[in-house]
């Protein structure tokens, strides 16, 4: 059974930074790819970034590049999404995700096996 557990969420204002974690129980953490999703209040829930099992390769959201940082500390089990400049457009509850099935890094949510039980980030004008 595979869990994974975020923290890190919270209310800053705007032009503010939080870092997230993900903390992955279960199977052989860096054999996932893992990813970072966000869903807004009345929107479908969508891709913010991903990042290979090794730490080596990663993906962004154009609109989040530049402003945030995955990363992952495979001794941990933990993967981390560094958010900087901080706007009001990216407040949403954000999951992290786990795929299974790791050959390219996607984006899209189907791919993911497993996922997180949420955590929100506000941000205030």
């Known amino acids: 059974q595979v869990q994974l557990v975020e923290s890190g969420g919270g209310l800053v204002q705007a032009g503010g930074s939080l870092r997230l974690s993900c903390t992955v129980s279960?199977?052989?953490?860096?054999?996932?790819?893992m990813g970072w999703f966000r869903q807004a209040p009345g929107k479908e829930r969508e891709f913010v970034a991903v990042?290979?099992?090794?730490?080596?390769?990663?993906r962004y959201l154009d609109s989040v590049k530049g402003r945030f940082t995955i990363s992952r500390d495979n001794a941990k089990n933990t993967v981390y999404l560094q958010m900087n400049s901080l706007k009001p457009e990216d407040t949403a509850v954000y999951y992290c995700?786990?795929?299974?099935?790791?050959?390219?890094?996607?984006?899209?949510?189907?791919?993911?096996?497993?996922w997180g039980q949420g955590t929100q980030v506000t941000v205030s004008s």
């Open positions: 990042i290979s099992g090794t730490g080596g390769n990663s």
């Open positions: 995700a786990a795929d299974s099935s790791p050959r390219i890094l996607r984006e899209s949510r189907y791919a993911y096996s497993y």
């Open positions: 279960g199977r052989t953490f860096d054999s996932y790819n």
